[in-house]
């Protein structure tokens, strides 16, 4: 007998789905350009004020912080947008991101995707890996996320992010203290129980 | 269109190939085959051939063929007596392997023809030889809903009109493919965008938008054909009296569960809603030029499934708009659908024609094929229903409304007709529309507005056990009731043709384009063009002969198989 699908499986097995992924495939394309040397330096110089929290280069070295090297430019931007315009919120970023221009977000969103992301020192607990690579295949994470988890487009990018930040980020969702996802993350979060989002932290932070 | 949404399919294997798709289309599209000098023969197109181009048989130079949007063609050299003989003239490929839904135009055999990112290519319309290819230069921010469609251009005087992706109308040079003006129509980060083809009329650029699947607020908007320059705007969604008359019924008359008492202190509590509320208008608009009138649908509410956020009808959603052509001034509308909460909105463009009234008088109409699965014929002096066919596809447990675990009703979300035009025989006082057959539950989610991200509030799932199927219908105009009806193994999306050969030719996901006997719908020919023919067909005539072309690209809707072409065919 096949288990019951979760409610984020049935919110996801859904055009939903399809619609999201159609726009954020459209989204990406054009805006893929690689900077030159010389956007670059400008990006970098922009970006430094970033590195104080986010580490070199967005290799945070604070796991409350996320790394933001090698994250999709499109999920940077938006969540950008939504500090900026306040449909997410953090005492520390939301005032920094307050007077950012939309092509600054863009150029951001750009630097850091073009950044290669460091392996974090994380000693993964083996049990509840497997125990989070089972509920991720339940409920269709990598639908949006991709296998690995590498992220597309606006879906980012979440192998080998600091398993606390995972943590929190799943936990806000549940909570709905995090609601900028359009719903779909927060359908997702509330099945969840706080052992499977232990398990998923281990599970994706691993990866 | 929320329509447009109609979007689908839903099973995880199929959503992992249909992304990869679109990945691979993303890459393609640069190269280009070498092209000749334009052709002699293209000529400027007027305002008095725009304005006969019902008769004319030699051109194909409104995307629905007239300003009536009637896509009846004059040509009857190919007929119900010899369509079996149609062949394959010659194949075009476009350098783009993605959804296709151009209606392509001719001009005095110079075809233009358009694919998804917009591009744009001029080509022999009786060899296929290409003179031009032109790819606009996107812009770092696109957000559709449903693909990354074009439809088609509008011709005038020399220049072409297209919408873009990113939410700009460009004109173009006719003879040498560049540009000549672009104008910003919206914010695409607020999640407009531009699949439409626009019309041209007496100098202007008339167009509408995406993005009811985004919290927009739409509109139709008018632009001065030599410059750019903003002439009008019609918001689809009024400052104020969106809220109506708190309408219990549908068009049809049925019971749509609104809690009108709950939805009345809703909106004494916010108002502010509207500037939200979408209203998409995603097809060509009918034109009027004796009453100088602009006849357009209007798409969904924002978001599609979340009603809470949106109390009253939600006008001018789910409806049929007349406006003036001249000022943009409102002059009627009709709402088939208030609060609608299932996307089951309006979207098929209008058409302009004449059908009895109820006392049997001859008269001018309106008609539009809705997702509802009806075609609704109207008086078109004043937009009163003059009647509703037959259900065209079932129905069934109308209006349940959506949960939190999903309710089943029918039609699905994409229709009974999604946005694929549909074709007329004036002679026969028949209607042809394509309907598709999904089985949904609707699902309800609480969702704050996202800021330019995908809004629905909730889901529609097709339901994998129960069977997609497609069917063209032929409808009596005059009574509503259904002639014939073709049913297809796929959804239909598409659109029709109709011509005076008798015939009516309608593609299929499956890759087969066929024609039907216009009077009983009998199958007369049908050839397999190996990729989804989801595009409506055109007809024109080159040297003393008549040509059908569809494209047959896919669909990204109905995920149906992709291809790059347009078949263009002729009888040997």
Redesign the interface.
Known sequence: MRPPRSGVA??????????????L???????H?QLDAKQMASAREKAQVCFACHGPDGNSQNPDYPILAGQSWRYIY?EL??FK?G?RSDPHLSPMVANLS?EEM?ELGNFFAAQKPLPIKFQADSAKVEAGRKTSDAV?CP?CHLGGFVG?N?IPRVAGQYPQYIKKQLLDFKAKRR?????NM??VASTLSEQDIENLSQYIANL | MASH????????FA??V??AA??T??ETGTATTTAAPMSSDLIPVSQAMLDGAAADAKNWIHPNGSYDNARFHAGNQINTANVAKLKPAFVFQTAVLESMETAPIVVNGVMFLTTS?NHVYAINAATGEEYWHYKQK???????????NNRGVAVSEGKLFMGT??AKLVALDAKTGKLLWEAQIADP?LGYSETMAPAYVDGKVIIGTNGG?YGIRGFVKAYDANDGKLLWTFYTIPDKGQEGVWAVNDATGRDMHRDIAKEKADLGKDSSFWQRLGGGVWMTPAIDKKTRTVFFVVGNPSPDLYGAVRPGDNLYTDSIVAIDLDKGTYKWHFQYVSHDVWDLDAVSPPILTQAKDKSGKMVDVVIHGGKTGHIYVHERETGKLIRFSEAMIPQENMWVLPTK??ARMLPG?NGGVEWSPMAINPKLHLAYAANLHQP?TY?V????Y?????????????IPSEEQWGRLVAVNMDTGKVAWGAKTPQPLIGGVLATAGNLVFNGEANGWFKAFDAATGKELWKYNCGAGVNAPAVSYMVGGKQYIAVAAGGN?QI?AKRGNSVFVFALP
Do not use: Y
């Not at chain 1, 609601?179 to 719903?183: E, H, L, Q, V």
């Open positions: 049935a919110f996801f097995g859904s055009r939903m789905l399809r619609l999201a992924i159609a726009a495939a459209a989204l990406a394309w054009p805006a350009a938006i947008r939504d315009e449909r939309n863009i269709l639908m597309q606006e609601t900028n996802d359009a719903g927060t359908s | 949404i109609r979007k689908v399919l839903a099973v995880a959503l992992g249909g992304f679109s990945v289309a993303q990112f996107l812009g770092p921010i696109v957000t559709v809903c449903c693909g990354n992706i990113d980060n699947e675990d999903g979300a949904m699902h989610e609480e969702v704050p996202p800021g330019g991200k995908l809004w629905l509030g909730g889901a529609f799932k097709t990204n995920d």
